[in-house]
């Protein structure tokens, strides 16, 4: 076995032959030419990845392993660590980008070739891509230096596949892949900013030539920026300063400066006068210096309490901008109005260097659960009067929020081109026309109150009722059309269950499954956002349409739903089924959720639903291995009944499945009736006759 092979465990090898664990364990025992596991423990061993290739293509399991499932085994089994292996994946791809005759040369060389003479040409490539932080602040070297011979040596098998790769596919987009595949097998271990609020804030900050981002984390902010001619970034865990490099230096010519640094504490840039400044800054952070930091000149508008670290990070970046620089930080709501900062944001409200307010949906960035900020910041010139208003944005209500709102589905173009309208003639003008319940330009003379609360949804008048009062007439109109079919199909008064129903001669999903007459898949498998819309449990819970998407993952074909399919969640210890119809036929099912698809010669879908909705069925059925209520489809309990009386019982399930939506859509347009005259008596569109 190679000196530096990589491993693999069972899971990964179940996913490299399309197969489940339980096949592999199966190899295991039946055949004893399977690859002996060369490290990890008795219950979780690895094994030799080539020779697990190579048993799988002996015996027809495996054509080949795909050259990008390879390299990213390579590198996650890497013994020094996957952020290790990604640097110098990196290194490599820049030598191989700008220098290929000289990768050439080397790669045509053994193993302890190229570990002697690769230093020297990464040294070359990083040199030229690459400048000091500030050289007027000593201390901070480049946050990527080459590794020797002794730390390249593990990573060669890597570093020839990474090569390949970027043959196939090119050195940028094989580096954006396997950082990708890496940050989201860690999703706890990085606070990432999206790509939606990232090209927001790049639009807002404008066109800029050198940009700073002082806590970059993987430069998702400074790569928003292409046309750019100098970034700068910091952030104080060494290895995301060093990915950060890395990865901007691939996207593009401009020069990098990065380095790994608390930039509140130790400041690499600290002449720096940037023309943007870009910045997700860590939330709620007592230890961020207080003390220490009491006397530093960047606190021009005053010294920033303790519990007020998001109003150090804001003085911060004003103080790295050039007269008439912007600044864009994302920040939490609280920022806005606790009253520890109060007399920060009404100097930074005087000196007009706080130019608007952005309230984002939730949801549209880490900590997904509540609605951030964004600031929009301009560092005064001493010449120019500042300015007399401060802009203020809410997109809550922004079309498509309300109804595809939450983590990865808030419609960005919509966000943007709303924000970017009131921001552009304000920006132009200092001024512009309000939208109600949208935007504002507020005189900063009302704001300078005890509280100093800049907070968009309270200074923002209420938008107008859409439609005014015919639009609730219309709503009126629906709700009582809803009322009158759930009328009509209230079921009947229950009638005595036959005697013979006491003795039906039960069976279980599971005997069904084995027998042939239903096929069992669990759902959540997929190929990312990019795919068809997922049936989420959600869905399936409020009968509504498919709403969700697939999250980014192995390159697996997702269960695709068909008309008469059986779908019921497994969390939560409630008692749902949904049939698919043809609307919803064709999404991907969910995460949490199992598919029944009956064979429609020997079993009726509605009958089927009906019985798995029971309660005394689900009871018996669940488990409590966790936290959770876990449902066992497989012990699911149903009649044998023949195919005509599953008929008929399906023909009244249907009906009461009829009866249940209409019930949904009466409640949620009663909702929607109470709150539109709730809101029209408030704001004066209703009167009171």
């Known amino acids: 076995m190679p000196e530096h092979a990589a491993e693999v465990t069972a899971a990964t090898i179940a996913r490299l032959a399309g197969v489940g664990r339980a096949a592999v364990s199966n190899w295991r025992r039946r055949h004893a030419d399977f690859p002996k596991p060369v490290g990890g423990t008795e219950t979780s061993p690895s094994f030799a990845l080539h020779e697990v290739e190579q048993w799988l293509r002996a015996q027809g399991k495996l054509a080949e392993v795909p050259l990008r499932e390879r390299v990213w085994q390579q590198l996650s089994a890497h013994p020094a660590g996957a952020v290790t292996a990604l640097v110098h994946a990196g290194c490599a791809l820049l030598a191989v980008r700008d220098h290929p005759a000289k990768w050439r040369k080397l790669a045509a060389l053994s193993d302890a070739g190229l570990a002697e003479g690769l230093p020297g040409l990464l040294g070359e490539v990083l040199g030229e891509r690459f400048k000091e932080a500030d050289p007027a602040h000593a201390g901070h070297g480049r946050s990527v230096n080459p590794p020797d011979a002794a730390e390249l040596a593990p990573s060669l098998p890597l570093l020839r596949g990474v090569a390949e790769l970027a043959a196939e596919a090119g050195a940028r987009e094989a580096?954006?892949?396997?950082?990708?595949?890496?940050?989201?097998?860690?999703?706890?271990?990085?606070?990432?900013?999206?790509?939606?609020?990232?090209?927001?804030?790049?639009?807002?900050?404008?066109?800029?030539?050198?940009?700073?981002?002082?806590?970059?984390?993987?430069?998702?902010?400074?790569?928003?920026?292409?046309?750019?001619?100098?970034?700068?970034?910091?952030?104080?865990?060494?290895?995301?300063?060093?990915?950060?490099?890395?990865?901007?230096?691939?996207?593009?010519?401009?020069?990098?400066?990065?380095?790994?640094?608390?930039?509140?504490?130790?400041?690499?840039?600290?002449?720096?006068?940037?023309?943007?400044?870009?910045?997700?800054?860590?939330?709620?952070?007592?230890?961020?210096?207080?003390?220490?930091?009491?006397?530093?000149?960047?606190?021009?508008?005053?010294?920033?309490?303790?519990?007020?670290?998001?109003?150090?990070?804001?003085?911060?970046?004003?103080?790295?901008?050039?007269?008439?620089?912007?600044?864009?930080?994302?920040?939490?709501?609280?920022?806005?109005?606790?009253?520890?900062?109060?007399?920060?944001?009404?100097?930074?409200?005087?000196?007009?260097?706080?130019?608007?307010?952005?309230?984002?949906?939730?949801?549209?960035?880490?900590?997904?659960?509540?609605?951030?900020?964004?600031?929009?910041?301009?560092?005064?010139?001493?010449?120019?009067?500042?300015?007399?208003?401060?802009?203020?944005?809410?997109?809550?209500?922004?079309?498509?929020?309300?109804?595809?709102?939450?983590?990865?589905?808030?419609?960005?173009?919509?966000?943007?081109?709303?924000?970017?309208?009131?921001?552009?003639?304000?920006?132009?003008?200092?001024?512009?026309?309000?939208?109600?319940?949208?935007?504002?330009?507020?005189?900063?003379?009302?704001?300078?109150?005890?509280?100093?609360?800049?907070?968009?949804?309270?200074?923002?008048?209420?938008?107008?009722?859409?439609?005014?009062?015919?639009?609730?007439?219309?709503?009126?109109?629906?709700?009582?059309?809803?009322?009158?079919?759930?009328?009509?199909?209230?079921?009947?008064?229950?009638?005595?269950?036959?005697?013979?129903?006491?003795?039906?001669?039960?069976?279980?999903?599971?005997?069904?499954?084995?027998?042939?007459?239903?096929?069992?898949?669990?759902?959540?498998?997929?190929?990312?956002?990019?795919?068809?819309?997922?049936?989420?449990?959600?869905?399936?819970?409020?009968?509504?349409?498919?709403?969700?998407?697939?999250?980014?993952?192995?390159?697996?074909?997702?269960?695709?739903?068909?008309?008469?399919?059986?779908?019921?969640?497994?969390?939560?210890?409630?008692?749902?089924?949904?049939v698919v119809d043809e609307a919803s036929a064709g999404a991907a099912l969910g995460r949490n959720l199992q598919l029944l698809r009956p064979e429609p010669a020997a079993l009726d879908p509605w009958f089927l639903a009906g019985f798995l909705r029971g309660t005394a069925n689900n009871r018996q059925a669940s488990s409590y291995a966790t936290t959770a209520s876990r449902l066992d489809v497989r012990r699911l309990h149903l009649p044998r009944l023949p195919l005509a009386e599953q008929r008929r019982y399906g023909e009244r399930f249907r009906a009461l499945a009829a009866f249940e939506d209409t019930l949904r859509l009466a409640g949620r347009l009663g909702e929607q009736l109470v709150q539109g005259l709730h809101d029209g008596l408030t704001d004066g569109s209703v009167g009171p006759g």
């Open 175 to 578: 580096f954006e892949f396997l950082l990708g595949r890496h940050l989201d097998a860690n999703p706890r271990q990085y606070t990432l900013t999206p790509q939606g609020p990232a090209e927001l804030m790049a639009a807002l900050a404008g066109p800029a030539g050198s940009v700073l981002d002082p806590a970059c984390g993987t430069g998702t902010l400074l790569c928003a920026l292409p046309d750019a001619v100098a970034l700068h970034g910091q952030d104080a865990d060494p290895d995301l300063a060093a990915l950060t490099g890395l990865r901007l230096a691939l996207a593009g010519s401009a020069a990098i400066r990065t380095a790994a640094a608390d930039s509140l504490r130790a400041d690499a840039f600290g002449s720096l006068a940037a023309d943007a400044v870009l910045c997700h800054p860590p939330f709620n952070e007592r230890a961020w210096g207080h003390d220490e930091l009491a006397y530093d000149p960047r606190w021009e508008y005053g010294l920033p309490a303790r519990t007020e670290s998001e109003l150090a990070w804001v003085q911060h970046a004003l103080a790295r901008l050039r007269e008439g620089g912007t600044a864009v930080l994302l920040m939490p709501p609280a920022a806005a109005s606790r009253r520890s900062g109060r007399r920060i944001r009404a100097d930074l409200l005087r000196r007009g260097a706080l130019r608007a307010v952005v309230a984002l949906p939730a949801g549209a960035a880490p900590p997904y659960g509540i609605p951030l900020h964004l600031w929009v910041l301009r560092r005064p010139d001493g010449a120019t009067r500042p300015a007399p208003e401060l802009l203020l944005v809410d997109t809550g209500g922004v079309e498509g929020v309300a109804v595809d709102g939450g983590r990865d589905r808030l419609p960005w173009p919509a966000l943007q081109s709303a924000v970017l309208d009131a921001w552009t003639p304000f920006d132009r003008d200092g001024t512009a026309v309000e939208q109600p319940g949208v935007s504002r330009s507020v005189p900063v003379i009302e704001l300078l109150d005890d509280d100093v609360d800049l907070a968009p949804a309270r200074h923002l008048p209420p938008p107008a009722a859409e439609g005014g009062t015919a639009a609730l007439d219309g709503v009126r109109e629906r709700l009582d059309a809803a009322l009158r079919l759930a009328a009509e199909l209230t079921p009947p008064p229950a009638a005595p269950a036959p005697a013979q129903g006491a003795r039906w001669s039960p069976t279980t999903v599971g005997e069904l499954a084995r027998a042939g007459a239903l096929v069992l898949r669990a759902g959540g498998a997929g190929s990312g956002p990019d795919g068809p819309a997922v049936l989420t449990e959600h869905d399936v819970l409020a009968g509504t349409a498919p709403s969700g998407t697939l999250p980014e993952g192995p390159a697996e074909e997702p269960v695709l739903t068909r008309p008469g399919d059986v779908v019921v969640p497994v969390l939560g210890g409630g008692t749902a089924a949904r």
